[in-house]
């Protein structure tokens, strides 16, 4: 089995603000572990998430938060699809209330024998609550995709 690029040490940035969180919501959402990704997450002002084909979903309020990644990852089991995230690089800034973090990564979906691949750039808006950080806001972007024809719905 393949370690997981989520697993492998990133020393360049593990000292910038928020990193452990950002891990914990990618580990959260290739793990379909829902509850750790909900407690995590306060999206305040909702966020724009990308859909397995790439596109991307805008997400309004906290019920349909949940009802996305409820259906997401439903879909995702269905599929028998698993996804992963390598990042590619990582910036943050940190005040006593707010922070803001850019995330670069990419983002993988395997099916069967094929996987597609995504680049993403993905800004977080974080806010300072009792015990810790949550994400305010999510606003992620497909820059570039390799998708095998034969993953592409006819």
């Excluded at 593990?14 to 959402?29: A, H, I, N, W, Y």
């Excluded at 379909?32 to 990704?37: C, Q, R, W």
């Excluded at 990419?106 to 750039?121: I, N, P, W």
Aim: with cysteine; hydrophobic share 40%; aromatic share 10%.
């Amino acid at each position: 089995m393949t370690t997981s690029p989520l697993e492998l040490p990133h020393p360049e940035f593990e000292d910038k603000p928020f990193f452990g969180e950002t891990v914990q919501l990618l580990r959260s959402v290739r793990d379909h572990d829902f509850d750790t990704l909900a407690g995590l997450c306060d999206d305040d002002f909702g966020i724009v998430d990308i859909a397995p084909d790439g596109t991307n979903v805008a997400i309004r309020s906290r019920a349909e938060w949940e009802q996305w990644f409820h259906n997401l990852f439903a879909q995702l089991d269905t599929m028998n699809a698993a996804t992963d995230s390598q990042i590619l690089a990582y910036d943050a800034v940190e005040t006593a209330e707010m922070g803001f973090s850019v995330l670069e990564f990419r983002q993988s979906l395997s099916v069967g024998e094929l996987t597609a691949s995504f680049d993403c750039m993905t800004t977080i808006v974080w806010k300072s609550v009792e015990g810790g950080w949550r994400e305010a806001r999510w606003h992620g972007s497909v820059l570039s995709s390799d998708v095998p024809p034969e993953m592409v719905a006819t």
